[in-house]
């Protein structure tokens, strides 16, 4: 039985994401957002990040033995929009290079992850060809964050804490996006983007 605590702690967590997320649909207009959109959007997860205590290990225990990820779905509509997640990963988990084909907003809880992005050479007419040049590398720790167009590439990377904690809002569930391409830098090859670890509900 969870206790207390845990109860008051989720109470709170949910009204915190019914009120952050009813301000983020106003801000997206019903449309999917441009940059400066996803800006305000990225304002509005980041005060729900900065409520540390709403996010800890009792309730969203990190991944076991030698897994270094683990990921929550915390919100999402009824149509899949708005998802909502909480990411969990360890020291030397390794994300490579892919899109997402919808908008994203990440910020940070607790510890930091570096976003590795990229451009794209080619003009992606070959199927299963994608060459990329990195343009910048931005690390997102507590109080930090990044937003992302649907044709925006980025890989992550753990590579100082030993656990991070960041939220993760996509325009749809990840479980939807089923045309999301990952790179192959070495041989400048793409693919199609698995989920990853199973999600948790």
Known sequence: MPSTEAKNRKTERDR???DALARIRGLAGGSSPDRSGLSRILEVLLTV???RPLWTAEDFPPPE???????YLISEDPDQSFALYLNVMRQGNLIIPHNHTTWA????VEGSEHNHLYRRLD????SGIGILEQTD???VGPGQGIA???DDIHAVEIKTDPEIRHLHLYGRSLETLSERIRFDLANGRTEKMPIGVETRR
């Open 123 to 126: 003009d992606g007419t070959r």
């Open 16 to 18: 915190t994401v019914h």
């Open 65 to 71: 033995g030698a897994a270094r990820h683990a990921r």
């Open 137 to 139: 590398t931005v690390e």
């Open 148 to 150: 992302l167009l649907p």
């Open 105 to 108: 907003c990440i910020a940070a």
């Open 49 to 51: 990040a900065a409520r």
